[in-house]
């Protein structure tokens, strides 16, 4: 039964998540914190940190984790089956619809209006992480403050905006911070 949730889960994450990956993570939430109970918010920050860290899809690097950790190695592969599972049907039926249209003045327009919603899921994405790492809990009280999350995404958004870093540099040297802070 574990196995057939995972897979719909999964697969309604995979066919929904126009985008790439920041754009599935509030569809991964909802099916795998609020939907299931699988994982707290907690848990799935964490997720969010090793799918991002890990090579690969973020969406597939996802539920690879939830499915380990959910029903172990056969759960991994089911919920990563179903996750690149719908992907992989639009995407051959796209190829063919793409190549043989695709001087159609029409079906520019349709992907021209496609990018606002993308841009919108990965700015609602950011945001939420953004809350809780920076209020530790759900309320928004000035007492419930992360600052060295929040000194540590002002810091590394200034640094990738201005100086361009490596992203990998970036998120290697907050982890450092926060192992620094979590010594002290």
């Given at each position: 039964?574990?196995?057939?949730?995972?897979?719909?889960?999964?697969?309604?994450?995979?066919?929904?998540?126009?985008?790439?990956?920041?754009?599935?993570?509030?569809?991964?939430?909802?099916?795998?914190?609020?939907?299931?109970?699988?994982?707290?918010?907690?848990?799935?920050?964490?997720?969010?940190?090793?799918?991002?860290?890990?090579?690969?899809?973020?969406?597939?690097?996802?539920?690879?984790?939830?499915?380990?950790?959910?029903?172990?190695?056969?759960?991994?592969?089911?919920?990563?089956?179903?996750?690149?599972?719908?992907?992989?049907?639009?995407?051959?039926?796209?190829?063919?619809?793409?190549?043989?249209?695709?001087?159609?003045?029409?079906?520019?327009?349709?992907?021209?209006?496609l990018r606002p919603a993308v841009v919108a899921l990965i700015a609602a994405a950011g945001l939420s992480i953004l809350q809780l790492v920076v209020?530790?809990?759900?309320?928004?009280?000035?007492?419930?403050?992360?600052?060295?999350?929040?000194?540590?995404?002002?810091?590394?958004?200034?640094?990738?905006?201005?100086?361009?870093?490596?992203?990998?540099?970036?998120?290697?040297?907050?982890?450092?911070?926060?192992?620094?802070?979590?010594?002290?």
């Open positions: 039964m574990i196995y057939i949730q995972l897979f719909l889960s999964f697969i309604q994450v995979g066919m929904f998540s126009i985008g790439g990956g920041y754009a599935a993570m509030p569809l991964i939430q909802s099916q795998v914190v609020q939907g299931h109970g699988w994982l707290t918010m907690s848990e799935f920050t964490d997720l969010i940190t090793i799918a991002e860290m890990t090579p690969g899809p973020i969406a597939v690097n996802s539920a690879t984790f939830v499915g380990i950790r959910i029903a172990g190695v056969p759960g991994a592969m089911v919920a990563t089956f179903g996750c690149i599972l719908p992907s992989c049907i639009i995407v051959s039926i796209l190829a063919m619809i793409y190549y043989r249209y695709k001087n159609i003045s029409a079906l520019q327009n349709v992907l021209g209006t209020f530790q809990e759900n309320a928004m009280q000035l007492s419930n403050v992360n600052w060295l999350g929040l000194i540590c995404f002002a810091a590394a958004l200034f640094i990738l905006r201005k100086w361009k870093w490596n992203p990998i540099l970036v998120m290697a040297l907050c982890g450092v911070c926060g192992l620094i802070a979590a010594l002290l």
